[in-house]
């Protein structure tokens, strides 16, 4: 199994253009996520997702869209991307809703917003 | 908002020694987890203790959670230089904003130096 698989690792943007952070997972989970790591802020839930055709807002969702058609794949898209959503994003997904399931993650992808 | 906040910030230790980690909270939990960083890389979980337990081990790696003070920490034995890594508790509220989702505090920066 490769686990949860994310691409691009790095990605250079300039203000305005608009990219899709792609995501895969082949555990059959149910729940998936993502999130952005910023230096002294650890985690922040952007969506999330625990189904396919299942999405909702975490703590940081504007800027951001997300769409769920398969159980497979949880895509990330930046609609107008600003230097502000420079940062580290990873996608992570758990056989349970995150109740009580460790999350798995994927290895990141480290934006940068010129 | 964050819910778990870790104590060190950043803590530097010879290999063979111990190093603890603490972990503060807010509201009510469901669990708390621990996850490791190794720099560049995703977030790999360690170990989880439920609201109704006070302790737990994992090999090198102890757990004890106090919900009376909403606090845990993280023990670990006889350290390596491969433990090198950041260390983050994730806490799940019964009742959050976003559900049940894991929500990630700030992180602990521990080295060891062989």
């Known amino acids: 199994n490769a686990g949860v698989t994310q691409t691009p690792k790095f990605q250079v943007l300039k203000t305005g253009q608009s990219m899709t952070l792609q995501c895969a997972q082949d555990m059959n989970h149910e729940y998936m996520s993502w999130y952005r790591q910023d230096p002294g802020m650890g985690l922040r839930l952007i969506h999330y997702s625990v189904g396919a055709g299942i999405t909702d807002q975490g703590e940081v969702p504007n800027g951001y869209n997300v769409s769920r058609s398969t159980t497979e794949d949880f895509p990330l898209r930046l609609l107008s991307a600003a230097p502000s959503q420079t940062s580290v994003y990873f996608c992570?997904?758990?056989?349970?809703?995150?109740?009580?399931?460790?999350?798995?993650f994927g290895e990141g992808s480290r934006l940068t917003v010129l | 908002s964050q819910q778990g906040e870790e104590d060190p910030q950043a803590l530097s230790i010879q290999e063979g020694e111990n190093a603890t980690m603490n972990c503060s909270y807010k509201?009510?939990?469901?669990?708390l987890q621990w996850y490791r960083q190794n720099s560049g890389r995703g977030l790999v979980h360690l170990i989880l203790i439920r609201s109704n337990e006070r302790e737990k081990h994992s090999g090198r790696l102890r757990v004890t959670l106090d919900t009376s003070k909403k606090s845990s920490s993280l023990l670990i034995t006889a350290s390596r230089a491969a433990d090198t890594a950041s260390y983050f508790c994730?806490?799940?509220?019964?009742?959050?904003?976003?559900?049940?989702?894991?929500?990630f505090g700030a992180g602990t920066i521990l080295r060891v130096k062989s």
């Open positions: 992570a997904s758990s056989l349970l809703q995150g109740n009580t399931g460790e999350l798995f």
């Open positions: 994730a806490t799940v509220p019964p009742l959050g904003e976003y559900g049940n989702k894991l929500v």
């Open positions: 509201t009510s939990i469901n669990n």
